[in-house]
């Protein structure tokens, strides 16, 4: 049979419909789950009002219902097969000659469009939001601001207390942030009011201090003083300078390549970055696979029956491929595989398995 435009856009409306459905009914779930989570996180802090916790839960939703998407696409393409196949529409449109192959490629192109879309336009969005709900986050929950920041021209780092705050800068970064090289210190007693500056070579963070060497501390009405070394107090912890390190979500899809060779440049590792970009890439590639995995699954109704046994192994299928993702980036993280291949080991794997499930139904 020839190929069809008119089936082909109703095969791809009917597609799109249903995963349009679940991925509301994901969005909706989620934003349920965020505010009950907020709320017990908050509990007992009077200063959050309840719009400024739904404010949150509105802020983190697009990056949640962005990891929810492969799992829309299976469930909305396995309902949407099944649906079709139940109501005879599939079961006429093979028996008139139209192939497996045909009526799924409809629903690939749909799915590669969207990973297309979600990685390049809702990525973005997502970022920008996700880094919102971060920043209110520390402020109201964990108590403190983001700390780190890297940018072209190396490190700047915050830390204060009650009685002021520092303003720190490097030019490089070595030991994961806990020795830093060319570095001016910015002193300000209060919020705005400067008291001094201390130029040194290098700055190690220890237990409770910095250690300078070679600090030159000048003020705004005095000469410049030259120490050898120089202990600062500081608050400041090895944990708390990683932790203020800006999360890949909160990076756009786009902005990543540039903020990637700046960490690296400066001395942090960009590991994680990293691989969040190459899952970023894979992200088509990963709801295509999708759509072969809900295949080989749902159109064997018609055949074998038992729509609610193949439907369940389906969705089983589902969450073991994100169990799959979870130990892959693992491993990536840990350097014990390449970082390109822990990325991209799960979209290609879903992919050639489903691929070949629906090879073996079909011409097997």
Known sequence: MTFSWTLSRYLAQQ???SVGLIFGLCVTLGFVI????????????EAIALPTIIGMALLKLPNLTEKMMPFAVLFGAIWCF????????????????????LFL????VSALLLG????GVYNPFAARLISRYEELEAKYIRGRPSLLQVSSNGLWLRQGDEKGQSVIHALRVSDSGLKLEDVILFIYEGQDVFRGRIDARTAALKAGYWHLERAWVTGPDRPAVFYSTLDLKTTLTRSQIQESFATPDTISFWDLPRFISLAEA???????????????LAAPI???AMIFVAAAFSLRLARLGGAARLILAGVLTGFLLYFFTDVTQALGISGIV?????????ATTALLLGMAAVFNQEDG
């Open 15 to 17: 597609f799109l419909i």
């Open 34 to 45: 965020d505010v009950v989570e907020l709320l017990n996180r908050t509990a007992g802090k």
């Open 82 to 101: 099944a649906r079709m196949t139940r109501s005879q529409e599939l079961v006429i449109a093979r028996a008139s000659g139209v192939s497996a192959w």
């Open 105 to 108: 490629a409809p629903a690939l």
């Open 116 to 119: 297309v879309f979600m990685t």
């Open 266 to 280: 400066a001395g942090f590792s960009a590991t994680k970055h990293r691989l969040h970009y190459h899952a970023l």
């Open 286 to 288: 990963l709801l295509c």
């Open 338 to 346: 390449p970082v390109a291949l822990a990325a991209w080991a799960p």
